[in-house]
């Protein structure tokens, strides 16, 4: 134990002399990657439609990973950047192409396109567009659907399925049943492990002649419950099995999460100051993983170490938001946080 110990605080103090991690440094590489971006071109010949094809797929790929990135009403009152030809060029680190096909005058193909983080943040700074490149950890769906015609359920849970949110600022991860009569956390705490998920989403769905409503219920360790509203679609003529309805309300309720966490994210504006909290830990490898989730934390900076011991730490931090914001955010990266008598104090779940 002695010798734990010893090993123990020179490696926590060496961690403390470094300083910590911060949410810009440690955000996601996948979010700067656009995948599966379909194209087809047709030109005088096969060379001009790969050209042509590879270009609409850059410039497609660019627009995505600015809706992913950016605050929606940025995006509405400024208009994507429009870039093209060599600017372009100088955001993009690479391209991989799968699925080629080709004529003599067409050319078909899936890209995925990586995009140099720190020259689109750039462009974004320049073009006046506030934007999250950190995100949260997985989240489980558990879709669930009342009434419609036979198959229903299983429509909706593969509407989930073929949404393509897992590379979204907060992952969208459908399970494959619906989870039990009533959002439970026991009941799927397994299968959202599986996926790393922290939380679980419940998304239940009324369909009938009126049209289409969704209940959605976010639930997690510890009691945790979110009540995420409702989201309502009126009647598709024709839609009677409502395969058109269910693409959308499934858009509808996954950007409504996105939205939710950027402005989150970017809350500083006069709620800004600092927080006490004691880090609790069992070993060093805690501690570890204690502070890669508090420094990843877009709504934590300035990370201060007041004092350590072995067990524990008492931390000062600069928040962007409010403690109950800060709070639900390191709940969701793997820390429970309580209020004790000495203050906030954190430990691994």
Do not use: H
């Not at 024709?238 to 996105?258: C, H, I, K, N, Y």
């Not at 204690?290 to 990370?303: K, N």
């Not at 203050?343 to 779940?349: D, I, K, S």
Request: a positive charge; aromatic letters at 6%.
């Amino acid at each position: 134990m002695r010798a734990w110990t010893i090993f123990g605080m020179l490696a926590i103090a060496v961690l403390c002399a470094f300083g910590w991690p911060t949410a810009s440094a440690q955000a996601r590489p996948e979010v700067f990657v656009v995948r599966d971006i379909a194209v087809d071109a047709t030109a005088a010949n096969a060379a001009a439609a790969q050209t042509a094809a590879l270009g609409q797929g850059r410039a497609a790929a660019f627009q995505q990973l600015v809706r992913r990135i950016g605050l929606p009403e940025d995006v509405a009152a400024r208009g994507i950047p429009a870039v093209a030809g060599a600017q372009l060029d100088r955001l993009i680190s690479g391209v991989d192409v799968s699925n080629e096909r080709r004529s003599g005058v067409r050319y078909l193909a899936s890209l995925s396109v990586r995009f140099d983080p720190s020259a689109v943040r750039a462009l974004l700074r320049q073009s006046g567009i506030r934007f999250v490149d950190t995100g949260t950890p997985p989240v489980l769906v558990v879709a669930r659907a009342n009434g419609g015609p036979a198959g229903t359920a299983d429509r909706w849970r593969a509407a989930w399925r073929n949404a393509g949110y897992e590379q979204a600022l907060v992952p969208l991860v459908a399970g494959t049943d619906g989870g039990g009569a009533v959002p439970d956390w026991a009941a799927v705490e397994s299968t959202a492990r599986q996926v790393g998920a922290t939380t679980a989403l419940f998304v239940t769905a009324r369909f009938d002649a009126s049209g289409s409503v969704v209940e959605v219920i976010e639930i997690g360790p510890r009691e945790l419950r979110r009540d995420r509203g409702l989201v309502n679609l009126a009647p598709i003529a024709g839609d009677t099995d409502f395969s058109r309805a269910m693409p959308a309300l499934v858009r509808e309720v996954a950007e409504r999460l996105q939205t939710d966490w950027k402005v989150t994210a970017l809350s500083r504006s006069g709620e800004r100051g600092r927080v006490q909290l004691t880090a609790r830990y069992e070993s060093l490898s805690q501690w570890i993983q204690m502070r890669r989730a508090l420094g990843s934390s877009p709504l934590a900076s300035d990370i201060r170490t007041d004092a350590v011991a072995r067990d524990g730490a008492l931390l000062s931090i600069r928040t962007a938001g409010t403690v109950e914001q800060l709070r639900e955010d390191l709940e969701q990266r793997g820390l429970a946080v309580s209020e004790e008598a000495g203050g906030l104090v954190a430990r691994l779940r």
